[in-house]
């Protein structure tokens, strides 16, 4: 029996995927990107968050049987609701194993896995292989970019998408558009030029910008460093899209 | 909404209709101590000088005439010594007056006041040797009369401003009856707002899209009113019931009970939903005043088109619609002696309570059984004797079962004022020749259980660090609590973050909560008839209680409670309703549904809400509206009985507190209804910012 972190385990988690959802939050994430919202799902540790609601620990451990089981209570409920579980981060992929172990102990119910496809592709076949859908984010194809706004090269996570592909499971293309980073043309048109024609591909979510991102940073005693200006107006180009026939939506 | 409405909710909002106002109450106490008039004719005789002592309102573009000039202030028919001998050894329903019944409206608007009248003296006529009976009925033919006499007035205002369109239906009704949807709304105006004018208070308009239904549908079959018009006189009639609300009795401005349910069954079990119910919701939107607060009745079945219009509704931070399921209310009012045809005919009272229409003369709300104070007792005597955790489960039995004895042997003393004019709207008064005030079909009283969540919280505290983990001493928890914690920080940080909470889907909670609801239904049970011949309904409302039993109050029959073992602090406010304790983190709104839903709502059934807080931010897109819808749809369909929705955003409640002129609209639901956020007394904005806490972390 494994076990593994937990940040946060949400209810009515109505954004994470279709339906009603409980999206579970792993802690940990090896990317580091600039515009995170969820800062407290970069470490592994547990850690203090201090808000107006007090204190609270962040980073709670599960034995995989003890999360099946409290996922297992709203199953019924989630499935009734055209909805299910998504697992979220932080990075899921990151503790493969253990959320291998518990959707492979779930009730039939709808998986989701919301991943930045950072990870190796043993474990990326294992959760993809588990999963009903699959949100895939893609942020910069540049390779030096990538490596400048989250701390890794996209070698893998471009790898990972051809896998994906290639999986007969049905995917979407989430790209968080930053502004001035990721909203560029060059880089839209290069990630529809990535996607364009493959198997299972549903549809390119393009994220805005949310000016909330840095909010948590405080609570978690983390500090915000964005290296681009959060208030210059976004490129929300989604002609470049629809020009190589891959289907769009702005959320 | 066109121009116009959006105009007069504008200068309604700004108070211009205050302009108008008497300064003074009128005087009649003279005059009924001169005739020496008996109770109800005096009550006659209020109505009477009301109606003439106001005067006629008539905005150049009303389409629905009526506007209250006479000021809160009910004059007094009884000086105070002899209103001590009359009540004396009595107990007084809140205020005094009947209040929050609900009337048959249909009788009005199918028969007119003249048809009422006409039944009035037929019984006269046939009970004419019995004097009371009498006497109730000239009260009763008296106060009609005044009615029509100010509707009168007001007819020849608008013929005198050349208003004939208006003048028209102010000759008809509300005398005669109803023909047209605007004839049904403007005779519901006026003798809707008499009987707040005779002081009588949380005056409901039932099942309004039932009643009115056949008059609009009629004049959209015939060509009389497009859907257009027929929304606009509709927001004419919403705006108008928020106009004179400042005036009408509540513990907090906004409580005045002006609700309305839609939607259910009919009473031979057809679907009740139409065309009405969605114009309603609709208009409801748009208009976006307090009032009318909304309910609807809803089932398994209920299509989703309908629960994604109403969401629209808690989208823009209305409130409501509150939600009862036809599937559990019913049942458990037929398993509780009301026909099965009246059971089906329910509407909700002011805040949560289910009463029929016409039917019921009910005291829904008597008072509250404190939870934390039968939990805080037996807890404090229980470990002081050294028993285990049984005997305390035993000892809040018996101090749930006092509390419910104390509270219904006051009201066996119950004294109701005579209402002859209310009476005319109520099933068999005018046809038996009895005052409401004498009892309907149903007389039942309401005792709700408050602070339920706390309570249990405490309980499974106790039970598992004093009896299972052995890791707290009884002493320890004592002195703690007696000492409201200080110098106890980490033992308080343990209750509230590592004990069982309700809202969690815990059982160990859970079971505590339906333990103490099981105590108050057998404790109801137990208490048999009154003396009024009803039963003691069950409920899980909380009211303002949550409030007063922290800070104690004038109002309650129990004792303040102090700091608890669930970890709270005293003086800080209990769970309202059902909702998790203030304190508790809890994973979230599935969760919180199935705590609830294991309480028995086929004993606990006099109502009170599951009341949940949805960020605003839930609701980004249309998706997330029909999401909102499913959910509850899914809470009929998994058997709970009552659910509040909100939403609210804590920054802008923070900002409103700190700058109220910049928020004069923002609308919250307090406990069973909703208000004005700046209107409301600081503790209670507190606590519905303290309730949103959780969702920015």
Redesign the interface.
């Known amino acids: 029996m494994t076990s593994g972190i937990v940040f946060d385990i949400k209810e009515f988690t109505i954004h994470d995927g279709p339906g009603i959802r409980t999206t579970v939050f792993m802690k940990g994430c090896p990317l580091s990107c600039t515009w995170c919202h969820n800062p407290e799902g970069q470490s592994r540790q547990p850690q203090v968050i201090r808000s107006l609601a007090g204190e609270r620990l962040a980073g709670q451990r599960y034995a995989a049987a003890e999360l099946a089981a409290l996922l297992n209570e709203q199953a019924n409920i989630l499935r009734a609701n055209e909805g299910g579980i998504t697992f979220s981060g932080g990075e899921p992929l990151l503790q493969a194993d253990f959320v291998a172990e518990v959707i492979d102990l779930l009730d039939d119910v709808h998986v989701l896995l919301d991943t930045s496809g950072y990870g190796n592709p043993v474990d990326f076949h294992s959760l993809v292989g588990r999963s009903d859908l699959i949100y895939f984010d893609l942020k910069l194809i540049d390779r030096e970019m990538h490596r400048h706004y989250t701390g890794c090269d996209n070698d893998m996570i471009l790898n990972n998408l051809k896998l994906l592909s290639g999986s007969g499971k049905p995917f979407v293309i989430r790209v968080p558009l930053v502004p001035g980073v990721t909203d560029t043309d060059e880089n839209l048109a290069a990630i529809a030029e990535t996607v364009r024609g493959l198997p299972g591909l549903l549809y390119v979510d393009l994220l805005p910008y949310n000016m909330a991102a840095g909010s948590k940073y405080e609570y978690a005693g983390m500090e915000f460093k964005p290296d681009y200006d959060e208030k210059r107006p976004l490129n929300v180009n989604a002609l470049l899209f629809e020009q190589c026939g891959v289907k769009v939506q702005v959320e | 909404m066109n121009k116009q409405m959006e105009s007069l909710k504008k200068r309604v909002r700004a108070g211009e209709q205050r302009s108008v106002r008497q300064a003074e109450p009128i005087h009649i106490l003279a005059e009924c101590e001169a005739e020496g008039l008996s109770w109800p004719r005096r009550v006659a005789r209020l109505i009477r000088r009301q109606c003439e002592a106001e005067q006629v309102v008539i905005g150049p573009d009303d389409l629905i005439a009526f506007t209250r000039t006479l000021p809160a202030a009910v004059p007094p028919i009884y000086s105070p010594e002899d209103w001590a001998r009359l009540t004396a050894g009595r107990t007084l329903h809140e205020l005094g007056p009947i209040s929050n019944i609900c009337a048959d409206w249909s009788l009005l608007l199918a028969q007119g006041l003249l048809g009422r009248k006409q039944v009035a003296m037929a019984t006269r006529e046939r009970l004419a040797h019995d004097p009371q009976t009498v006497e109730f009925l000239d009260s009763a033919i008296e106060s009609m009369e005044a009615v029509m006499e100010l509707a009168t007035c007001y007819a020849s205002q608008a013929r005198a401003m050349g208003r004939d369109d208006l003048a028209g239906i102010l000759e008809k009704v509300p005398a005669q009856p109803a023909h047209t949807f605007h004839e049904a709304l403007q005779s519901l105006r006026f003798c809707h707002s008499v009987v707040w004018l005779g002081g009588n208070y949380h005056v409901g308009l039932g099942r309004f899209d039932q009643y009115m239904w056949p008059y609009l549908k009629s004049d959209l079959a015939a060509g009389r009113l497009s859907i257009e018009t027929a929304e606009n006189l509709l927001a004419e009639f919403f705006i108008s019931l928020n106009k004179d609300s400042d005036l009408y009795p509540g513990v907090q401005q906004g409580d005045n009970g002006q609700t309305l349910t839609l939607g259910g069954v009919t009473p031979d079990g057809g679907l009740a939903v139409n065309e009405l119910t969605h114009m309603v919701l609709r208009v409801a939107r748009d208009v976006a005043m307090i009032d009318p607060k909304i309910n609807l009745r809803i089932s398994a079945q209920t299509d989703l088109d309908l629960l994604s219009l109403t969401t629209e509704l808690t989208r823009i931070g209305l409130g409501f619609p509150q939600y009862s399921n036809d599937d559990v209310v019913i049942p458990a009012l037929v398993a509780h002696g009301y026909d099965l045809e009246d059971a089906r005919d329910y509407v909700v009272a002011a805040c949560w309570e289910f009463i029929i229409p016409g039917r019921g003369m009910e005291v829904v709300n008597i008072g509250a059984v404190s939870f934390p104070a039968a939990v805080d007792q037996a807890l404090r005597d229980g470990l002081a004797a050294g028993e285990d955790f049984d005997r305390m489960l035993d000892r809040v039995h018996i101090q749930v079962r006092e509390q419910v004895n104390r509270l219904a042997d006051a009201y066996s003393h119950l004294l109701l004022p005579p209402a002859p004019y209310y009476s005319v709207f109520m099933q068999g008064c005018l046809e038996q020749g009895r005052d409401v005030c004498e009892g309907l079909k149903y007389n039942n009283f309401g005792i709700h259980g408050a602070g339920s969540a706390n309570a249990a919280d405490a309980l499974a505290a106790v039970k598992k660090f004093i009896f299972e983990e052995h890791s707290l001493l009884p002493d320890e928890l004592l002195s703690a609590m007696v000492e409201n914690f200080s110098g106890h920080e980490a033992l308080r940080t343990k209750l509230e973050?590592q004990g069982s909470k309700v809202g969690n889907?815990d059982p160990k909670a859970d079971a505590l909560l339906v333990t103490l609801f099981a105590d108050l239904a057998e404790a109801c049970e137990g208490y048999g008839r009154t003396p009024r011949g009803g039963i003691l309904r069950p409920g899980t409302g909380s009211a303002m209680y949550y409030i007063w039993l922290a800070s104690s109050h004038a109002g309650m029959r129990e004792p303040e409670v102090g700091a608890t073992a669930d970890g709270r602090l005293k003086g800080q406010p209990f769970s309202a309703n059902l909702a998790p304790s203030p304190d508790a983190?809890v994973?979230?709104?599935?969760?919180t549904l199935?705590s609830f839903a294991k309480i028995d709502y086929g004993q606990i059934f006099n109502g009170g809400p599951i009341t949940m807080e949805?960020s605003d931010s839930?609701f980004?897109?249309p998706?997330?509206v029909r999401?909102?819808a499913?959910?509850v749809r899914?809470f009929a369909?998994?058997g709970w009985q009552q659910l509040q929705l909100n939403s609210l955003c804590?920054a802008t409640l923070l900002d409103a507190k700190a700058h109220p002129e910049n928020h004069k609209n923002l609308i919250v639901r307090v406990w069973g209804w909703s208000g004005y956020f700046c209107e409301l007394a600081p503790e209670y904005q507190d606590h519905i910012i303290a309730r949103h806490?959780?969702e920015?972390?």
């Open positions: 973050e889907n983190r994973r979230g709104p599935i969760s199935q949805l839930v980004k897109n998706e997330s999401k909102t499913m959910l899914t369909q998994l804590l806490l959780y920015i972390d």
